[in-house]
């Protein structure tokens, strides 16, 4: 029986939800529609719908409902979607966010996100409509990770720690995402002397209370102040407090128009070019359910400065220098590192680019599809 899979990406619309289902599908197996997958049915808005590939086996649904306020998204993922699957004639379902309410079974069910899960995370934002949606947002992604037949982790770390707010979960599949190819740009791959002149950096993250760009552009102002010329760039946008706080602290350094550029929000196909000149990649995050940005800095082979926080250290592993993001001398101490010692600085640079080339959209794809015709099968033989 080659089975009719249905996704549900209506509210993909952050970089790396858009980045996930754009993959899977242009990255998409033959093999497999032909041995076991007869259609692959997305519903989602019609931006996302018209970058992903015309296929005689992909089915296009355009959500309308996608583009109206959210209890109008729910509204219509409750009660008009299992409709759809079953007119469809839908065999399983993949729900691409933790966040869906859709009572359809069989169905996979995905967690991308972490920031509900994290002890003191949610204190950053203090008493604040932003911090209540995330307690909302916690309630309901337990409720459908629960509901699933089965679950889609992006890391060890994200399942471990989730499962301790859900409750172990019966069925559970680590598929981290992939990495679009263009990242792999050429760069000095770390191959520079220690008396270097003019060190250049990059932080690509939105500005966040966790992703700590204000203890970043700190320490690099601290190491300009005992010698080093240093500069860094910061790329991604930003809004509120969050914001206020970053351009608050970056104004009271002195001097920082000479060493601290901001980029705000830069398209996820031009982000390749800012590697191109830089030396070092700092990534701060203290909280992550997969850092995509690190992995894609991890395609450069540039040397990494990196948060010791979540699941990095699962993922970069021995190829990035660690430091505690909330501490700006451990943060300065990192970088120092980086600079001085050119042997390290060599390895990390090849053991980062070496560790990167696991995360592929083909082999993300692979899993994913397989792993639905694989629990629907199970599904069918404990109803059977």
């Not at 990196?306 to 220098?321: A, I, Y």
Request: glycine share 4%; net charge positive.
């Amino acid at each position: 029986m080659k089975l009719n899979i249905g996704i549900e990406a209506s509210r993909n619309k952050s970089g790396g939800a858009r980045a996930h289902i754009i993959g899977i599908i242009k990255s998409f197996d033959d093999n497999l529609l032909r041995e076991k997958i007869n259609k692959v049915h997305v519903w989602s808005y019609t931006e996302l719908l018209n970058i992903l590939p015309n296929k005689d086996w992909l089915i296009k649904h355009n959500v309308k409902e996608s583009e109206k306020p959210i209890l109008q998204q729910l509204w219509w993922q409750y009660n008009k979607l299992p409709i759809e699957l079953i007119e469809n004639k839908i065999d399983i379902l993949l729900n691409t966010a933790a966040s869906s309410v859709c009572r359809f079974k069989p169905a996979v069910t995905m967690s991308r996100d972490m920031l509900s899960y994290e002890k003191g995370e949610m204190k950053r934002f203090g008493v604040s409509i932003q911090r209540l949606r995330l307690i909302v947002l916690k309630l309901v992604q337990n409720y459908s990770l629960k509901k699933s037949t089965a679950s889609i982790f992006l890391t060890n770390y994200a399942a471990n720690t989730i499962q301790k707010s859900t409750g172990k979960i019966k069925n559970v599949k680590i598929i981290p995402h992939g990495v679009s190819d263009n990242f792999r740009v050429k760069t000095n791959r770390g191959k520079w002397e220690s008396t270097k002149n003019n060190v250049k950096c990059i932080y690509v993250s939105n500005v966040e209370f966790y992703k700590h760009q204000w203890n970043v552009a700190t320490a690099i102002s601290n190491l300009r102040k005992n010698g080093y010329n240093i500069s860094i760039d910061f790329v991604g946008g930003g809004a509120g407090r969050a914001l206020n706080k970053y351009k608050k602290i970056i104004s009271q350094i002195e001097n920082n128009k000479a060493f601290i550029n901001h980029f705000e929000f830069v398209s996820h196909d031009k982000l390749p070019l800012y590697y191109n000149d830089k030396d070092i990649i700092i990534f701060a995050s203290s909280c992550e359910n997969m850092p995509n940005t690190l992995i894609e800095g991890m395609c450069t082979g540039l040397p990494i400065a990196c948060s010791d926080r979540g699941p990095m250290q699962e993922v970069l592993k021995n190829g990035g220098v660690y430091f505690d993001p909330e501490d700006i001398i451990s943060i300065e101490k990192s970088i120092k590192t980086i600079i001085n010692n050119d042997t390290l600085r060599s390895f990390i640079s090849n053991r980062s680019k070496e560790l990167s080339q696991q995360y592929s959209w083909s082999r993300c794809s692979f899993e994913t599809f397989s792993y639905l015709c694989q629990i629907f099968h199970e599904y069918k033989e404990k109803r059977n």
